[in-house]
C-alpha cells in the first residue's frame, strides 16, 4: 500500500510564500510522475503542478506559472511545491498525488495515489 503525506500548509497573507512537502511511503514504490492539486470549497479539484520522474520535466497549470515551483527527489520519495506571491485565491486543500502511468498529468482522475491534504489559507 502507499502513502501520501502532505505537511506545510497554513494560514499566511497575501504576499507571503509557503512551501509543501508530500512523504511518499510504501513497499516497490516507483511513480512515472507526482503532482499537485487543490480543491476549494464549492470547487472542483483543480491542477496545479507536477513532475516526471524520468526526466524530472515539470508541468504546470497556467495560472500557476511563475509563482509556483514543484520540485522533488525520486530516491527519496518526496515532493514540494514552493509558492510564491500568494494570492487569496489560492486558498484551498492542497493535494499530493501519483501515477504509474503516462496520460495527461492535468487529469486527476489518472493518478493512482492521492494524500489527505493539506490546508492552505491566504488572507488579503
Known amino acids: 500500500q502507499v502513502q501520501l503525506v502532505e505537511s506545510g500548509g497554513g494560514l499566511v497573507q497575501a504576499g507571503d510564500s509557503l512551501r509543501l512537502s508530500c512523504a511518499a511511503s510504501g513497499r516497490s514504490f516507483n511513480s512515472y510522475a507526482m503532482g499537485w492539486f487543490r480543491q476549494a470549497p464549492g470547487k472542483e479539484r483543480e491542477f496545479v503542478a507536477a513532475?516526471?520522474?524520468?526526466?524530472?520535466?515539470?508541468y504546470y497549470a497556467e495560472s500557476m506559472q511563475g509563482r509556483f515551483a514543484i520540485s522533488g527527489d525520486n530516491a527519496k520519495n518526496t515532493l514540494y511545491l514552493q509558492m510564491n506571491s500568494l494570492k487569496p485565491e489560492d486558498t484551498a486543500v492542497y493535494y499530493c498525488?501519483?501515477?504509474?502511468?503516462?496520460?495527461?498529468?492535468?487529469?486527476?482522475?489518472?493518478?493512482?495515489?492521492w494524500g489527505q491534504g493539506t490546508q492552505v489559507t491566504v488572507s488579503s
Open positions: 498525488a501519483a501515477r504509474y502511468s503516462r496520460g495527461t498529468l492535468s487529469k486527476a482522475n489518472e493518478y493512482d495515489f
Open positions: 513532475i516526471t520522474w524520468s526526466d524530472i520535466s515539470t
